[in-house]
T-cell receptor
């Protein structure tokens, strides 16, 4: 079946602009996660959605970052007033379980802030 | 010079060798562990998982060993192939909402 998809695959933007990154999870997966991966680094947790519960936003690095999940499916990560340090690969994952067990990742969106 | 953050532990092996990638985890309450493989330009791909009530689990060409006493996890890859070249991450979960990932190890397989 179809895996997690993300769009765009690459995004180049200018400092100060807003960007939106999209994630389509695996159909039927109730949990959705956003991570950030800087060059040569591990994965940094950003935000977690589970069903209709309030999201866990504990990993968001600043109030310029926000995310929504509509209809329990598609999610959008928005970064406002982008900074050069926001340049990274943004990964989305989904899982069947609400407890973060096996997560399946999308290919990521590479964001470059000039 | 090398930039901070670009230095990943690297394991270089010859094709056909067995590879062992190690990971130390931090949370003694973690009860579920996963190994992921990440090829260049792709998202992490699930390889194998293990629960804390086990100390060994085998998959196809891969074996994961868990030593809870010293909080250590290892991934063994048998008969390593060039296609196994990637960065390998361990991840732990304690029943909380998400996984905590290790820094990763780069595996380089020479033909």
């Amino acid at each position: 079946g179809a895996g997690v998809s993300q769009s765009p695959s690459n995004k180049v933007t200018e400092k100060g602009k807003d960007v939106e990154l999209r994630c389509d999870p695996i159909s039927g997966h109730t949990a959705l996660y956003w991570y950030r991966q800087s060059l040569g680094q591990g994965l940094e947790f950003l935000i977690y959605f589970q069903g209709n519960s309030a999201p866990d936003k504990s990993g968001l690095p600043s109030d310029r970052f926000s995310a929504e999940r509509t209809g329990g499916s598609v999610s959008t990560l928005t970064i406002q007033r982008t900074q050069q340090e926001d340049s990274a690969v943004y990964l989305c994952a989904s899982s069947l379980s609400p407890q973060g067990r096996t997560q399946y990742f999308g290919p990521g969106t590479r964001l470059t802030v000039l | 010079g090398e930039s901070v953050g670009l230095h990943l532990p690297t394991l270089s092996v010859q094709e056909g060798d067995n590879s062992i990638i190690n990971c130390a985890y931090s949370n003694s309450a973690s009860d579920y562990f996963i190994w992921y493989k990440q090829e260049s330009g792709k998202g992490p791909q699930f390889i194998i998982d293990i629960r804390s009530n086990m100390d060994k689990r085998q998959g196809q060409r891969v074996t994961v060993l868990l030593n809870k006493t010293v909080k250590h996890l290892s991934l063994q890859i048998a008969a390593t192939q060039p296609g196994d070249s990637a960065v390998y991450f361990c991840a732990e979960n304690s029943g909380y909402s998400t996984l905590t990932f290790g820094k990763g190890t780069m595996l380089l397989v020479s033909p």
